[in-house]
């Protein structure tokens, strides 16, 4: 888990890191840019992120726009990088229901790594590390592991994010190609990013959790939530993939 990068706008002057915003009729796609420069100031990983914002209360209208908004910033990634055997990663805990989201997209996509006859389909991986607390080991050790024996192209990896406002919290999507930390409240856990293994990392998430006052909250229907933005977002990948 993780903030979500529009928790740093009180720092971004006068949109000064906005590249382009284009606006729907219920939602409306942000992209920024994180440089050298500012990196250390906005306290987030140079590179580029999307913000697709919405109301959730609209998610029945404008489900089918944001799938179609998200396969369009995913083709635009994997125009600088090699899809063909991607390693799909869903962080978190599937035992509480607001960090459930990772798992419950993977569980939703279409798993073709083991196929060996079907050369033309994309080798798709799919790997859900159980937390610290349940084995012992850190997310990054397993991932770790598990990329030295798949030794896939392009890792993609799905969490829940947290946000300090409330206006965020289960009202967008951010997708990303500068990674994560897996389970960032542990102090040894690492980043993973495109240097980690050599290996282009794209981050996608949703902010079902409110960080204030030192305390941490979810909404009522979290479990609403997490089931139809994972639709969303496995959809997406099934389609880019699969289609």
Known sequence: MKKVFMDASHIIQDNLMKLDEIKYKNYKV?????????????????????VIGYEYKDINKIGKGIKKELMKILRLFFKDMNPAKPLIIGLGNSGIVCDSLGVNTTNKVMATNHFTDFLNLPKVALFNPLVTEKTG???????????KKLQPTVIIMIDTLATNNDEYLNNCLEINNTGIIPGSAIKDNKKIDASTFNIPVIAIGVPLVLDKDKHLYTSVNASEVVDSMSDIISGALNDLFFK
């Open 30 to 50: 942000n992209h920024f840019k994180v440089t050298t420069d500012n990196e250390k100031k906005l306290k987030r990983i140079k590179g580029d992120y999307f």
């Open 137 to 147: 080991i850190s997310s990054y050790s397993l991932i770790e592991m598990v990329v």
